[in-house]
């Protein structure tokens, strides 16, 4: 079985940057597409940005769009999430997620293995 292990959140100010790996072992880490959530206290698990297994395809949720910038490193068997401009919103706990699907998908259910969530905190 895969197991993942997310890292690099932290406190920082708005407008600040933060950059969130993901490692993965126990698997064929090139094979499996590869995404990012995050949960806000009170709210539901959302999709943040996925990419496929080559690196070929990404996608992200709106409200990220231009900001955020997702790659993988199958060498290193390691996802990044590069958050820059950061804003309040953002703040969450951040969650890397492996699914076996050929195709992207935005729903959690879709990911069959998680990493245990790494906390990013934007002040005002």
């Known amino acids: 079985q895969v197991q993942l292990v997310d890292s690099g959140g932290g406190l920082v100010q708005a407008g600040g940057s933060l950059r969130l790996s993901c490692v993965a072992s126990g698997g064929t880490f090139r094979r499996y597409v590869m995404a990012w959530f995050r949960q806000a206290i009170g709210k539901e698990r959302e999709f943040v940005s996925a990419i496929s297994w080559s690196g070929g395809t990404t996608s992200y949720f709106d409200s990220v769009k231009g900001r955020f910038t997702i790659s993988r490193d199958n060498a290193k068997n390691t996802m990044y999430l590069q958050m820059n401009s950061l804003k309040p919103e953002d703040t969450a706990v951040y969650y890397c997620?492996?699914?076996?699907?050929?195709?992207?998908?935005?729903?959690?259910?879709?990911?069959?293995?998680w990493g245990q969530g790494t906390q990013v905190t934007v002040s005002s």
């Open positions: 997620a492996a699914s076996t699907s050929m195709s992207i998908g935005r729903g959690p259910m879709g990911y069959n293995y």
